[in-house]
């Protein structure tokens, strides 16, 4: 069955970084588009990032333009998001979900199980 486990979450100082990591098992994940999203608490689930297939194109929201990096590594499964310069605001379980490119949470397949990112001031 597929599965996408997140990882790298925890508790970092504002300014500070973190990466996020994805393993993707039970799919063929060089060939699906990934994302990312987050959701704080009492908040609706918000796009933050999405990669082709390929690695060859990227989008972001507003919010994390210019701070986070998605990637991927299709040789290992694997799906990152690299967050610098985090903001309090940032604070907020972060999923991997696989199938899509779009903004909107719907639209993709499969969902990680998330993992919390809280960011201090």
């Known amino acids: 069955q597929v599965q996408l486990v997140e990882s790298g979450g925890g508790l970092v100082q504002a300014g500070g970084s973190l990466r996020l990591s994805c393993a993707a098992s039970?799919?063929?994940?060089?060939?699906?588009?990934m994302g990312w999203f987050r959701q704080a608490p009492g908040k609706e689930r918000e796009f933050v990032a999405a990669?082709?297939?390929?690695?060859?194109?990227?989008n972001y929201a507003d919010s994390v333009k210019g701070r986070f990096t998605i990637s991927r590594d299709n040789a290992k499964n694997l799906l990152y998001l690299q967050m610098n310069s985090l903001k309090v605001e940032d604070t907020a379980v972060y999923y991997c979900?696989?199938?899509?490119?779009?903004?909107?949470?719907?639209?993709?397949?499969?969902w990680g199980q998330g993992t919390q990112v809280t960011v201090s001031s």
């Open positions: 979900a696989a199938g899509s490119m779009s903004t909107r949470w719907p639209d993709y397949v499969f």
């Open positions: 039970g799919l063929p994940f060089s060939t699906y588009n």
């Open positions: 990669i082709n297939w390929t690695g060859g194109r990227t």
